[in-house]
């Protein structure tokens, strides 16, 4: 029995990111609205893990190109997004022809931040005044459909 609970932990454990991406290729949620709630172009610049690269929003076309359907809404996709304190953030993400090879997707996309003002301090820790950062990502894929018949 503690071999069939932890098995479909497992199994839970995968398939519940597994589903959230297979519903938003189907259509399921709006991408704008995905990333609204997942884009972390900070995280991403620091080199750690960053949702917005990966199961969700702006990163899902990113990571399966397939995304960015050759013709119809999804050919490119730009959001932005307002969060507390100031922090803008914003991404766009296009898919890139490939013609003549078969079952091969292609995207490029950017992200950027912008942050609020901040105060700006010498390295006592002491405020010095006020400052702004910013930054982006930059990110190209490429991705193959093994089978014409799997809604990937």
């Known amino acids: 029995m503690r071999k069939i609970v932890v098995t479909g932990s497992l ?3 995968i398939a519940w990111p597994l589903a959230r991406v297979a519903h938003a290729q189907s259509g399921g949620r709006s991408m704008f609205g995905q990333m ?7 995280t991403a610049s620091m080199g750690g893990y960053a949702p917005a690269w990966g199961l969700n929003g702006l990163g899902s076309a990113m990571t399966n190109p397939a995304l960015l359907e050759e013709s119809g809404p999804h050919a490119w ?24 090879i078969s079952n091969w997707h292609a995207a490029v996309g950017t992200q950027f931040t ?8 010498d390295p006592y820790g002491s405020e010095i005044g006020q400052t702004q950062a910013g930054e982006a990502v930059i ?7 093994f089978s014409p018949k799997l809604n990937w």
């Open 77 to 100: 996709f730009v959001g932005w997004s307002s969060r507390p304190a100031g922090l803008q953030q914003g991404g766009f993400a296009m898919r890139l022809p490939l013609k003549g």
């Open 36 to 42: 609204q709630g997942h884009l972390d172009p900070i």
């Open 139 to 145: 990110q190209a894929s490429l991705g193959q459909q």
């Open 11 to 13: 199994f839970l454990w």
């Open 114 to 121: 912008g942050t609020g003002s901040m105060a700006a301090t």
